[in-house]
């Protein structure tokens, strides 16, 4: 995905920024077996258990001091239940990725930036299947964007976004805060070139 300062300098030069990030379903382990048979092409030396619990340790590293099965199993990886570690693991994927996406989408700080040279606010566009990311690839490509004005309020200012219709993100977005109207229209408008 890239570092997240990545992702804001590319919007603020008012460039299309997609972040894929995958959708692990709930009980599904069909991932969770992708990523362990890849580490197992790149770490043949090592037994599945001890690639579980490396795995687990990037998807939730605090987990070894809060859970004492984790715990036991770091103590000795052959102690391991792997139906049991497999769930965990999937579990605890599906949470990271459902945490990022929803961080990059609704919360993070650099998911809105300014355009420097026009004034407008650009938004990531979060997709979440490799299928919906063809898909706006190609309307991106192709200058075949859908999207939906939503209006909104926070803190007491109405403002108003364009919303991409694939990922349901802001792609735009135009402040209702008399400040920062006021700054739009003063500075960016009046620049010569």
Same mark, same amino acid.
């Given at each position: 995905m890239g570092k997240d300062s990545e992702l804001a300098s590319t919007l603020a030069q008012g460039k299309t920024v997609i972040a894929f990030v995958p959708e692990v379903k709930?009980? &599904? $382990?069909? *991932? /969770? #077996?992708? =990523?362990?048979? /890849? +580490? $197992? #092409?790149?770490?043949? #030396?090592?037994?599945? $258990?001890? =690639?579980? =619990?490396?795995? =687990?340790?990037? *998807? +939730?590293? &605090?987990? +070894?001091? #809060? &859970?004492?099965?984790v715990r036991e199993w770091a103590r000795d990886p052959q102690t391991m239940d792997r139906q049991q570690a497999m769930k965990l693991l999937s579990a605890k994927i599906k949470a990271h990725y459902d945490k990022r996406a929803s961080t990059l989408k609704d919360i993070h700080p650099l998911g809105i930036q300014v355009n420097l040279n026009t004034g407008v606010a650009n938004g990531v566009l979060v997709v979440r299947s490799a299928s919906e990311c063809a898909r706006l690839i190609r309307r991106v490509l192709l200058n075949e964007m859908e999207f939906t004005i939503a209006r909104e309020n926070a803190n007491g200012w109405e403002y108003t976004k364009l919303v991409e219709a694939i990922s349901g993100c802001t792609y735009r977005v135009v402040s209702g805060d008399p400040v920062l109207t006021n700054a739009f229209w003063n500075f960016y408008l009046l620049r010569t070139e």
């Open positions: 709930e009980g &599904d $382990e069909k *991932f /969770t #077996k992708w =990523l362990l048979s /890849t +580490a $197992e #092409k790149l770490y043949p #030396k090592e037994s599945i $258990e001890k =690639l579980i =619990l490396q795995q =687990l340790h990037v *998807f +939730a590293s &605090d987990l +070894a001091w #809060k &859970d004492p099965l």
